[in-house]
């Protein structure tokens, strides 16, 4: 699996975890900001961030039945601006769960739309992704606008589906089959 990373795209690097990204790891991770629409604890403690990378850094990329992280990097900068999560086959056979998370400076610049891009065509094969799947906080329209670039379809709002540091969240859930996702992205 390793064979397809790293992806690079005109402005990033989508690669595997290294040790040495905890630091920027916690920084979003621990960013009130970027917490909010997230089901992470928060604080996020720096330890945690620094276990987290340890272990994604020697996991084999994509096990079948849990997630794999990945991290985005500028290319002319050599920054860590992000993370996406794939989850090979945690709900079924052929699905993908995707999720993504960008530091507050690098939000707003098309990145993860140019990083998903990139990245799912690229999973469809070696993972026999039959469909891809996520659901994102209903107050958090940005990552639904990010998801319907691709070819995403929303479901339904669900309303007060998940309790989140005290609070009811609503959500919707947004899916594309992998035959979609490769028709949308070569029009």
Not at 38 to 63: I, N, S
Not at 116 to 128: F, M
Not at 153 to 172: F, H, M, N, Q, S
Request: net charge negative; charged share 25%.
């Amino acid at each position: 699996m390793t064979d397809i990373l790293p992806i690079e795209t005109d402005r990033l690097i989508i690669r595997a975890f290294r040790e040495s990204d905890a630091e920027a790891f916690h920084s979003w991770r621990n960013d009130p900001v970027v917490v909010r629409y997230t089901l992470w604890d928060f604080p996020y403690p720096l330890a945690r961030a620094e276990k987290f990378a340890r272990e994604m850094a020697v996991m084999e990329p994509f096990p079948v039945g849990k997630y794999y992280q990945l991290m985005l990097e500028e290319k002319v900068t050599g920054t860590a601006v992000g993370d996406i999560g794939i989850g090979n086959g945690v709900t079924a056979p052929g699905v993908v769960r995707v999720g993504y998370t960008l530091s507050t400076p690098a939000q707003g610049k098309g990145y993860m739309t140019e990083a998903l891009r990139a990245l799912l065509p690229a999973l469809i094969v070696p993972l026999g992704v039959q469909m891809f799947s996520t659901d994102i906080d209903a107050r958090n329209p940005a990552s639904g606008r990010v998801l319907e670039r691709l070819g995403f379809k929303a479901g339904p709002l669900y309303e007060k589906r998940t309790l989140v540091r005290g609070e009811w969240c609503d959500e919707i859930d947004y899916d594309v089959s992998a035959e979609a996702l490769l028709a949308h992205l070569s029009q």
